[in-house]
């Protein structure tokens, strides 16, 4: 096998939010469109998660320096924390490929093999390149197969900040960052190779998941941090 990078400084129990990814159901978005009579739209409802935009802006404050706020409770509807969290989801959405790799990384016309493949050939090499560098890595974990667009409300986005041998023979094992689970510095995304050349991943942290890519991030200012 070849040799793992060293560790990153990154850890979920240090750098990652002490709040779990669980909202109320409100709009992360409310728009006013003008007129006589200003209307307000809302959109969107914060209770299918903002793990996207928890990712991003827990990787924003790591490259920035800033500590991870202590608080246990969620900032509130309307706050700068909140909104903050709401902008770094939507550019979690990397204009519209975020989306779209989910939905093709999962389309049930897709192979088992091919998913796993590209995996392989593509993401996890990129992924291990960013950590050998000491940079932690937003990924998207792929969980939903299916030809329905709503069904991507169950994918979801973490961060990746190590890897180090899996427990069986060839494989190797992603520490991730989960929104989900505050605190949480011991779950792992594991991907093995068989006898016969078939890869499975497993992933401790949550629902299997069939396949996960390297996402976009560019460091933004935590201004409602500092």
Known sequence: MTQLPAPVSF????????????????????????????LELAIGDAANGLCGGMAFAALDLWFAGVPAPAGMDPPLEGSPAFRFLVRRQLDSFELGLGPARFY?????????????????????????????NGRPVAVGLVHAVSANPATLIHDHQVVAHG???????????????????????????????????????????????????RQGYRPRDPLPWR
């Open 11 to 38: 850890r979920p129990s240090v750098n990652g939010f002490a709040f779990a990814n669980r909202w109320p159901h409100v709009p992360p978005l409310r728009l006013r469109v003008g007129g006589p009579v200003p």
């Open 104 to 132: 093709l990384l999962g389309a049930p016309w897709r192979s088992a093999a091919s998913r796993t493949a590209e995996v392989v050939r593509r993401e996890l090499p990129r992924i291990r390149r960013d950590l050998a």
């Open 163 to 213: 890897i180090e041998a899996g427990p069986g023979q060839g494989s190797v094992a992603l520490r991730i960052y989960d929104p989900n689970l505050p605190g949480n510095d011991s779950v792992r995304l594991t991907i093995a190779r068989g006898s016969s050349g078939d890869v499975a991943i497993t992933y401790s942290g949550g629902p299997p998941v069939v396949a996960f890519f």
